[in-house]
């Protein structure tokens, strides 16, 4: 079992940046691919990015290319998520989810473990 604890969200001006963390439990996390989701009121959730258990790859979404970078400290059981550049299109809930496998996938089904989400919010 994994638990997944997000944390860094808030409201933020067009333009500004937020640092989420996903703090997980467990002494498996650096086996787990991790990737960020998030869903906006009224939309389906969609794939923001992932990163493979190791670090060394990632996956973006288009719309936060060039804006956005997962990382991961496997000595810390955590995965981050440095927004910058944010736009009010960015406003959702946004979680973290794990993978009992090394590589990562952008849908949603294909992840094991999942975080109760943390709200970010951009202001126009």
């Known amino acids: 079992q994994v638990q997944l604890v997000e944390s860094g969200g808030g409201l933020v001006q067009a333009g500004g940046s937020l640092r989420l963390s996903c703090a997980a439990s467990?002494?498996?996390?650096?086996?787990?691919?991790m990737a960020w989701f998030r869903q906006a009121p009224g939309k389906e959730r969609e794939f923001v990015s992932a990163?493979?258990?190791?670090?060394?790859?990632?996956d973006y979404a288009d719309s936060v290319k060039g804006r956005f970078t997962i990382s991961r400290d496997n000595a810390k059981n955590t995965v981050y998520l440095q927004m910058n550049s944010l736009k009010p299109e960015d406003t959702a809930v946004y979680s973290c989810?794990?993978?009992?496998?090394?590589?990562?996938?952008?849908?949603?089904?294909?992840?094991?473990?999942w975080g109760q989400g943390t709200q970010v919010t951009v202001s126009s």
């Open positions: 990163i493979n258990s190791r670090g060394g790859s990632t």
């Open positions: 467990g002494r498996t996390f650096s086996s787990y691919s």
């Open positions: 989810a794990a993978r009992q496998w090394s590589t990562p996938r952008r849908a949603a089904n294909q992840y094991d473990y």
